[in-house]
């Protein structure tokens, strides 16, 4: 898994600036270095809405013995698969 680099300089993003970009800047992010501006692709829009779902669905099926169990699973899934989020959601440049 890697990081994502800019189409025209080949700097690398860091992996708190596409966390920041995919949840708390509207899927937008600028190269530091060359000042592209990208949007987030397609189909990385569709891994965010689907992998939650996805894990919402098959954690409330597993655990579906205890609600609490399930609320607290499902809650630290989703956290820690947005964690590799940044590796796998792909920007590109906003022309
Ligand atoms: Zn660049």
């Known amino acids: 898994m890697k990081l994502q680099k800019c189409n025209v300089c080949m700097h690398q993003f860091g992996w708190k600036k596409t966390y920041k970009s995919v949840f708390f800047k509207g899927w937008e992010m600028q190269c530091s270095k060359c000042e592209t501006h990208y949007v987030l692709d397609l189909r990385s829009k569709w891994i965010f809405y689907f ?35 940044p590796y796998v959601m792909k920007f590109s440049p906003d022309i």
């Open 51 to 85: 992998t939650p779902s996805l894990v919402i669905i098959a954690l409330n099926n597993l655990f579906s013995f205890d609600f609490y169990i399930t609320l607290f699973g499902t809650f630290f899934s989703l956290i820690l698969i947005s964690f590799l989020f």
